[in-house]
């Protein structure tokens, strides 16, 4: 049963344009939650996190949103260039809980020209 | 530049045979972890480990997986015998929990050893 689900496999936006990457979760412990970037061939590497006790982080173009009622985070960024195109894995996790990490399935997100 | 690093980054091998895979985390780290990845599931938590003991082996198939930590600048993952269902991506990935703190922020990704089991 999967916890961290993101239902859309791929995104494709125009270069310049906002990204949504969306993320749902079920379990209501979470109150970590991470953004991986993966190139292919690459590791995928850490890209922004927000704890629970906040609705939105943001980091340059990226803004994560968080909804715990709804149990549905969110990936922005803005503006999208070619180069963020990658595969990006949503993760959730239990602080105090030896850094567990739930992942998704993953986004694959084009960024169009 | 420190990273993680991953051996061998390919393996192609027959059903049945041994496969072990090798992780250096990164000097100084504490806590490294084996994930899976494959198109069906994803990224899949394997195990980890904390100063060389193992935390978590629950998502790995006990009959044929096995992680070790020999020493704090090696990781093991060894699959005997090996068969097609574990053909995979698979990560190590490391990370640091300081004194006083009970989980890591951010773990480091190596880049994954490619394993096709024929």
């Known amino acids: 049963d999967q916890q961290v689900k993101q239902n859309s496999p791929s995104l494709s936006v125009q270069e310049g344009r906002i990204s949504i990457l969306n993320c749902d979760y079920t379990n209501s412990m979470f109150d970590y939650f991470l953004w991986y970037k993966k190139y292919p061939a690459e590791g995928p590497t850490f890209l922004i996190s927000?704890?629970?006790?906040?609705d939105k982080n943001e980091d340059g173009r990226f803004t994560v949103f968080l909804n715990k009622s709804a149990k549905h985070l969110s990936l922005h960024i803005v503006p999208s260039q070619p180069g963020d195109s990658a595969v990006y894995f949503c993760?959730?996790?239990?602080?105090?809980?030896?850094?567990?990490?739930?992942f998704g399935k993953g986004i694959t997100l084009s960024v169009r020209p | 530049d420190a990273r993680v690093t991953q051996t061998p980054r390919h393996k192609v091998t027959e059903m049945g045979q041994e496969v072990t895979m090798r992780c250096q985390p990164i000097?100084?780290?504490?806590?490294v972890f084996w994930y899976r990845q494959t198109m069906m599931q994803g990224l899949e938590l394997l195990a980890y480990?904390?100063?060389?003991?193992?935390?978590?082996d629950s998502g790995m198939p006990k009959d044929r997986f096995s992680a070790e930590m020999p020493d704090a600048t090696l990781a093991t993952l060894k699959i005997q015998p090996s068969e097609p269902r574990d053909s995979a991506v698979y990560f190590c990935?490391?990370?640091?929990?300081?004194?006083?703190?009970?989980?890591?922020?951010?773990?480091?990704f190596g880049p994954g050893t490619r394993l096709t089991v024929l």
């Open positions: 000097l100084g780290h504490n806590t």
């Open positions: 480990f904390r100063n060389r003991a193992p935390l978590d």
């Open positions: 927000i704890s629970s006790i906040k």
């Open positions: 993760a959730a996790a239990l602080t105090g809980a030896n850094s567990k990490l739930t």
């Open positions: 990935a490391s990370g640091l929990v300081r004194d006083g703190e009970t989980s890591t922020d951010t773990q480091y």
